[in-house]
């Protein structure tokens, strides 16, 4: 059983909602998002699009491996879940991560990452992410339902080697072919307010893999 999210590239509209709502689910201090919203800009042909990651629960984790206290457990629905009272913020478990999935909480000396809502779920509710996304640009559910329910354009990421569980949909208007060199993250203003974040740019081509590795600070919004 391998549990993973689908995310729609070619449809979001980078409003944050998805990490909005995770923030407020886990009552998470300042600077703290376990989703993360990065904004992906080509210049030829020019085109902005948005894609939403958080952990991605990868069949091999290397946040498991890493952690010298056994903070982290696969569980046998696929969830990476953490046993927060077991950290000691050593942050191997960031250091490790291909995606920058744990977040440092800087008030509390401790790591936080995405459990997909492992208590809400028990519940029989969505994830907070999902439940809130205001165009269904977000799902969960087993990877081979994913991929027969949504436009699976890609699956995993081969060049991780964590395997990670997550399906897709890429914005048609992205170039396909991935020009990682091309790629730079620059400060930009956050709508006049003085506040600073970071932009993803792509000069000439993009590669989604890449992109989901991010910033490892949150951007253009933040909260």
């Known amino acids: 059983m391998a549990l993973g999210f689908w995310m729609n590239n070619k449809n979001c ?3 944050k909602t998805c ?3 995770c923030k407020s689910e886990k009552q998470l201090n300042e600077g703290v998002l376990l989703r993360k919203v990065s904004c992906i800009r080509q210049d030829s042909p020019v ?3 948005f894609l ?9 984790p290397a946040c498991v491996k890493a952690c010298p206290v056994e903070a982290y457990t696969k569980l046998d629905n696929g969830i990476v879940k953490q046993d927060h009272d ?34 809400r779920q028990q519940r ?15 799902a969960v559910g087993e990877m081979e339902d994913l991929q027969k329910n949504h436009q699976a354009d890609i699956v995993s990421d081969e060049n991780s080697g964590t395997k990670p569980n997550f399906v897709i949909t890429v914005d048609p208007k992205l170039n396909k072919e991935p020009d990682d060199s091309a790629m730079e993250q620059r400060d930009v ?5 003085g506040r600073r974040g970071k932009e993803i740019i792509f000069s000439q081509a993009q590669s989604l893999p890449r992109a989901m590795q991010g910033p490892s600070q949150p951007g253009p919004l933040l909260y």
Not at 124 to 138: D, H, R, S, T
Not at 189 to 193: A, I, L, W
């Open 13 to 15: 509209y980078g409003c």
């Open 86 to 119: 077991k950290c000691i913020g050593c942050k191997m478990c960031i250091e490790a991560c291909p995606y920058n999935a744990p977040c440092y909480d800087e008030e509390e000396s401790k790591t936080y990452k995405c459990d997909m809502c492992y208590d």
């Open 47 to 49: 085109n902005v699009s």
């Open 189 to 193: 203003e956050v709508d006049g307010s």
């Open 124 to 138: 029989g509710e969505l994830p907070a992410c999902v439940a809130a996304c205001p165009g269904a640009n977000i």
């Open 19 to 21: 990490s909005i709502a």
């Open 52 to 60: 939403s990651m958080s952990c991605n629960h990868c069949e091999d």
